[in-house]
């Protein structure tokens, strides 16, 4: 009888590798804890990364947007005074006007009145307020020009507004150049109007002083637009910024300047004194390009004022600017510069 067959050697035992469901085990509870971070963190890079500083872009005291301006250069003032500007009408929009976080503690200028504390500024505005209802107001960045001045900035912009003014009973546009002069603590000292173009008066008779309108109807009134020029428009005076060309010295900024290079005379009491600065003349620049209605409307005194004046009513033809591909009147804001030689 045969005997059954016997391998001929024995097979090894075949014992799983652990290490392979233990690595799984693992990169799965990383998954799920990265899952759940995810779900409850709001940036799961924080968990991760040192604490950095904030980044501030506009606080409840706007005015450490520019407090430390004699530090910047221009480019970095400039783009702090945008900031702030753009806060200001921004929280101003939204109902919110709290003197303290913009204002000088006693404002030396808030319109027409003057040397204002905390209170009565917002008493003044709050009523200023009052026959401005419904105001829409824009500023165009691209009309900033500013000088620091004694430690302060002095800033110009234009603004487009419209607003229902009840003491007229009627709705009301302009364009409105403003002055904002900011202290070296970052606050407002001065906020004023320098000039208004363009006012668009239109009677609302049957608008309540409210705002609401009554329900007696009346005929419907075409409001006429400002940048459209037409022939009841001829003599309308545009702004500078608004147009499609705006005036221009003929040969440009280059041209202009060897203009004023040759033909200004410093003042010799200026000189004596030590005084310099920009002096801000405003014109308007007539289809023809001849310039009128010259006037200054922000001088630094001794002479200088004259001077920029007597050089300016000396000046040849501008290049008018221009609306739809037509020549109309613009007004126009040029700052001279009167600077000493360095002895």
């Known amino acids: 009888m045969l005997d059954p067959e016997l391998p001929n050697e024995l097979e090894p035992e075949i014992t799983p590798d652990r290490s392979v469901f233990r690595f799984a085990l693992i990169m799965g509870a990383?998954?799920?804890?990265?899952?759940?971070?995810?779900?409850?963190?709001?940036?799961?890079?924080?968990?991760?990364?040192?604490?950095?500083?904030?980044?501030?872009?506009?606080?409840?005291?706007?005015?450490?947007?520019l407090n430390e301006s004699a530090a910047m250069n221009e480019e970095e003032v400039k783009y702090s005074l945008i900031k702030f500007i753009e806060a200001f009408f921004v929280d101003q929009k939204k109902?919110?006007?709290?003197?303290?976080?913009?204002?000088?503690?006693?404002?030396?200028?808030?319109?027409?009145?003057?040397?204002l504390t905390y209170q009565r500024l917002k008493q003044v505005h709050t009523a200023r307020m009052a026959d401005y209802r419904e105001l829409e107001l824009s500023w165009l960045v691209h009309t900033l020009q500013f000088e620091r001045r004694n430690d302060s900035i002095y800033a110009n912009f234009w603004t487009r507004q419209s607003y229902f003014k009840p003491s007229?009973?009627?709705?009301?546009?302009?364009?409105?150049?403003l002055e904002m002069v900011i202290n070296p603590e970052g606050k407002i000292s001065v906020l004023k109007e320098l000039e208004i173009r363009n006012l668009v008066s239109v009677p609302m008779p049957n608008q309540a002083p409210n705002g609401s309108t009554s329900s007696t109807p009346t005929p419907a009134k075409t409001e006429p637009v400002p940048n459209a020029p037409s022939e009841s428009s001829e003599n309308q005076v545009y702004s500078s910024g608004?147009?499609?060309?705006p005036p221009e010295f003929v040969g440009g900024n280059k041209k202009l300047s060897q203009f004023l290079r040759k033909n200004m005379k410093y003042p010799g009491k200026a000189r004596e004194l030590g005084v310099q600065g920009k002096v801000f003349v405003a014109f308007v620049v007539e289809t023809n390009g001849q310039l009128s209605?010259?006037?200054i409307i922000r001088g630094i005194g001794s002479g200088c004022d004259e001077e920029a004046l007597r050089v300016m009513r000396n000046s040849p033809p501008w290049k008018p600017g221009t609306l739809d591909a037509k020549p109309v009147r613009s007004s126009f804001v040029l700052p001279i510069v009167f600077q000493l030689a360095e002895q």
């Open 30 to 65: 990383i998954i799920l804890i990265l899952i759940m971070a995810s779900i409850f963190m709001e940036d799961i890079r924080r968990a991760f990364s040192p604490a950095s500083a904030p980044v501030t872009v506009v606080r409840e005291d706007s005015s450490e947007l």
């Open 95 to 115: 109902g919110y006007f709290d003197p303290p976080s913009y204002f000088d503690p006693i404002t030396e200028t808030y319109y027409n009145y003057h040397q």
């Open 168 to 177: 007229k009973s009627a709705r009301e546009s302009a364009e409105v150049l």
């Open 242 to 245: 608004l147009l499609e060309s």
């Open 293 to 295: 209605n010259m006037k």
